[in-house]
């Protein structure tokens, strides 16, 4: 799942600078990376449930081509191709530039979380050295520089996943707490004793346990989906499960740990059929996949940054925007509110009616 294959380093002049879509203005709220990208497109069969193989993201050293060129007795006669993407990252990535009971470090375990590239670890420095500042919460140069900054991640989000308007994505401290907010802010409101629930058995459980805890107090169902004997989401299953008691789909798009790809964009227009609103996981899809959430029409989902080379403790939502503006307050706090009265307060729109923005809300 991991892009950085960390294979020996040749000297090269390629940079992953030239691979890193930055800020505007530098600031440790997000760097996004604009990596190669292979098989970007997976189309399915039907209700096919694809598996993610190692080929899917491997880099063009790991080529067919390239293991008969190693078992090949004239290996002195092999042409050099070109630089791998490990080759060309590698020199970019600090943590790897040490040894391991004598060896270069070879880090395999981006799918947990992804090492940090240079250029973020510059962004986090400026913004410590230069302009630390509360955001939305003074006029003074730091906190309007901050602020510039913090709204500019947003619509590079929200670029990334082309959702049609920046303020769609609202700022968690992880995914987990996104689908809480979804857990709690909707699903409260939303779903009452005998909804339905539809979840696959291979959900990381953060994409469970809320949907749980929800249905304990509102009386709803989870229907989970069992698995195929390749021990992938059964998809033909969760086709059969729809009915108008569905209110909600929760589907992971890529798993880490089955390594399989559900076909989302069949998934969403038949949970949209019975009237249900379908949550995506897309924690390991986004950071190696283009995801466009217009084109997926889904109605909300969730991914973290330090899944795809960016800082740890930052995570998003997208919803669309007449649920987001309809959800209650999750976190209460400064940012959020239009006007506060003893008895009551009013709200803003969202993103920030939705939760107070991380590290913001308070002046102290």
């Known amino acids: 799942m991991g892009f950085l294959c960390s294979l020996p380093s040749t000297p090269t002049q390629l940079s992953l600078s030239r691979l890193v879509s930055p800020l505007s203005s530098p600031g440790a709220l997000g760097v996004l990376l604009r990596l190669p990208r292979r098989g970007t497109s997976f189309p399915s069969r039907g209700w096919r449930v694809g598996r993610v193989g190692p080929r899917a993201f491997s880099s063009p050293a790991l080529s067919s081509s390239s293991v008969e060129s190693c078992s090949s007795s004239s290996s002195s006669q092999e042409q050099p191709g070109p630089p791998s993407l490990g080759d060309i990252t590698r020199p970019d990535f600090p943590i790897l530039h040490q040894e391991v009971n004598g060896f270069k470090l070879v880090y395999l375990d981006n799918a947990a979380t ?44 929200a670029s990334f996943i082309n959702a049609p308007e920046p303020r769609q994505i609202v700022f968690t401290r992880n995914a987990t707490e996104a689908i809480n907010l979804v857990a709690y802010s909707w699903g409260l409101s939303n779903l ?122 930052i995570g998003f939502l997208y ?11 999750f976190l209460g706090g400064g940012e959020m509110i239009m006007d506060v009265f003893q008895e009551y307060s009013t709200f803003a ?11 913001a809300d308070r002046p102290d």
Request: hydrophobic share 40%.
């Open 114 to 157: 992804s090492q940090k590239p240079f250029a973020v670890l510059k962004a986090l420095s400026d913004y410590y050295e230069s302009y630390n500042s509360n955001v939305h919460r003074g006029i003074h140069y730091l906190s309007a520089k901050a602020t510039d900054a913090y709204e500019s991640a947003r619509s590079k989000v």
């Open 192 to 313: 009452n004793s005998g909804d339905e629930i539809l979840l696959t058995i291979g959900e990381h459980h953060s994409s469970i346990v809320p949907w749980q805890l929800v249905a304990q107090k509102t009386g709803a169902v989870l229907k989970f989906v069992g698995s195929t004997k390749e021990e992938i989401p059964d998809v033909e299953q969760l086709k059969k499960l729809f009915s108008k008691k569905t209110k909600l789909v929760v589907v992971h798009h890529v798993s880490n740990v089955l390594g399989s790809l559900l076909p989302v964009e069949e998934i969403i227009p038949c949970s949209h059929d019975v009237g249900a609103k379908v949550l995506i996981d897309a924690c390991q899809s986004v950071p190696h996949m283009v995801v466009d959430v217009q084109k997926l029409d889904a109605d909300f989902l969730v991914a973290s940054s330090h899944k795809m080379c960016g800082p740890t403790g």
């Open 319 to 329: 919803g669309k925007s007449e649920l987001l503006s309809a959800m209650p307050p």
């Open 349 to 359: 729109e969202p993103p920030s009616s939705v939760t107070s923005i991380v590290g």
